[in-house]
């Protein structure tokens, strides 16, 4: 009995440790399963004015050499105007015409003037020619003493008097001259005419109204050649060149890329941001560009 108490007491302790004690792998944690994160596409994409490996890109306004205000060079009164926003036009074609009617009588009467002076010179230089012709006959009557020397040296003197009234009407006549061709001066001023082929891209008056002289009517800009004005980091001062081409577009959707003729490096760095200014030419055709237009750059990188 004793043995058998023994037994039934070992067997019920073995039973109790090997419920209460578990193997070191029932104690890790099974692996949680985790799917990499999607990063977008345009993540990668490189921003403006950087470096996207073999190429750079920037950005500039589209420009033409000749775009200027039309100013009137003298006041008065918007008599007329030939051309409005949008109107193509040729160097010399009249965009407005000022109230003329007071320069047109000052000038008429200046004529006439002029004509009456003229008349006066021819008069004194025929009268001036027979005096001429008077005194060679007194000089010759002198000589064989049928004339007094008085009457010789009276004829000399009417001679030399005519000839400083007629230096004198030559004189008033070229003054004349000056003033018609000034009142003509006048005239062209108050004709408004394009400075070049172009177009008129605004008009700043109307007709009646009075304008001063320096006033603005009109803003005519050229629409060829276009350029392209844009900068590029310090580190293409020596790989860039005049005569390069670059390939540039719009930013309007499926816009046409253009090429581009480099004809300008700034021969010095802004040291405000360590860059150089770029002038580019656009070659051929470029319908779809106008200048003020902001368009993109692709330059070859020189890393």
Known sequence: MPRLAAFALAL????????????????????????????????????????????????????????IDVATQREGLVAEIMRDTGSFVHKGDLLARLDDGQLLADREAA??????????VKNWESELKVLQSDLER?????????????VYEHTEYKVVADQYELARERKNLLSQQ???????????????????DGVVARRYVRVGQRVGSGERLF????????????????????????????????????????????????????????????MAEITGPALDLRPGMRVTVRVRDAR
């Open 178 to 196: 000056a003033a018609v061709q000034s009142l003509d001066f006048e005239l062209q001023k108050t004709r408004i005419m394009a400075p070049f």
């Open 219 to 278: 803003w005519v800009t050229a629409v060829s050649p276009l350029r392209v004005r844009f900068t590029l980091p310090e580190r293409f001062i020596a790989s860039v060149r005049s005569g390069d081409t670059v390939a540039l577009s719009s930013l309007l959707p499926q816009a046409p890329i253009h090429t581009a003729r480099i004809i300008q490096v700034s021969p010095v760095v802004d040291p405000a941001s360590d860059t150089i200014e770029i």
């Open 12 to 67: 019920s302790v073995s039973t109790c440790l090997s419920c209460t004690t578990r193997s070191p792998q029932d104690n890790v944690t099974p692996p949680v399963s985790v799917s990499p994160r999607k990063v977008p596409a345009d993540a990668t994409d490189p921003p403006a004015n950087s470096s996207d490996g073999n190429f750079y890109q920037a950005s500039g306004p589209v420009v033409v050499e000749n775009q």
């Open 138 to 150: 007194a000089q010759k009557m002198w000589e064989a003493h049928i004339i007094s020397k008085e």
């Open 111 to 120: 004529e006439q003037k002029l004509e009456s002076i003229d008349a006066d």
